[in-house]
Every structure is written in C-alpha cells, then in structure tokens.
C-alpha cells in the first residue's frame, strides 16, 4: 500500500518561504510520478507542479518563477520549495503518486494515492 505524508507546512509572511515535503512509503518514489496539489477555502483544488521519473517537471503559472520542485530518491522524498509566498497561496497542500510514472502534469485525475495534506497559511 502506497502511503504519501507531507510535511512543511505552517504559517509565514508575505514574502517569506517554506519547504513540503512528501515523504513516500510502502514504495519507491522513482517508480511513481508526484503532484503537489492545493486547495483554498471555497475553492476547488488545483494543480501546482509536478515531476516524473525521467525529471521532467511543471508548474502552474500561478506559482512559476517562485516554486521549485525536486525528488531525492535516497530519502524516497519528493519537496517543494515555495519562495516569495503570497496571501493567494494560503491553501492545504497535498501531495499525490501516479503509477503513470511518466506523467509531468498535475491534473489530479491522473494520480492513484493521496496525502491527507498540510496548511500552508500566508498572511501579514
């Protein structure tokens, strides 16, 4: 059974960053692409970024230029680096594998294992 926690999230100013992290378990990170999703009150989720087994990655326009995604095979872990948050990112951030593993972008039909998710609050 894959199991996906995140991890990172918390409260910051304007400005500031944050890195999640999702950390897989009951399977090999490499074999599974990942997708770093959120979701605002009231809003529907909504993808952020993604990477595949080959590296490639994707972001949302919303969040490119600030946001980095990257795995680290070792530690079965896929981060994203948010740089330069903004309020209109305050959202909960979940994380999800597809067993598609060549798939590079977050539309969330594609993926088979979610995270339950963690707050990330922006807010001066």
């Known amino acids: 059974q894959v199991h996906l926690v995140e991890s990172g999230g918390g409260s910051v100013q304007p400005g500031e960053s944050l890195r999640l992290s999702c950390t897989v378990s009951?399977?090999?990170?490499?074999?599974?692409?990942i997708g770093w999703f959120r979701q605002a009150p009231g809003k529907e989720r909504e993808g952020v970024s993604a990477?595949?087994?080959?590296?490639?990655?994707n972001y949302s326009d919303s969040v490119k230029g600030r946001f980095a995604i990257s795995r680290d095979n070792a530690r079965n872990t896929v981060t994203l680096q948010m740089n330069n948050l903004k309020p209109e990112d305050t959202a909960v951030y979940s994380c999800?594998?597809?067993?598609?593993?060549?798939?590079?972008?977050?539309?969330?039909?594609?993926?088979?294992?979610w995270g339950q998710g963690t707050q990330v609050t922006v807010s001066s």
């Open positions: 999800a594998a597809a067993t598609n593993n060549l798939l590079q972008y977050p539309i969330e039909n594609f993926y088979d294992y």
């Open positions: 009951g399977a090999t990170v490499d074999d599974y692409a």
């Open positions: 990477t595949n087994k080959i590296g490639s990655t």
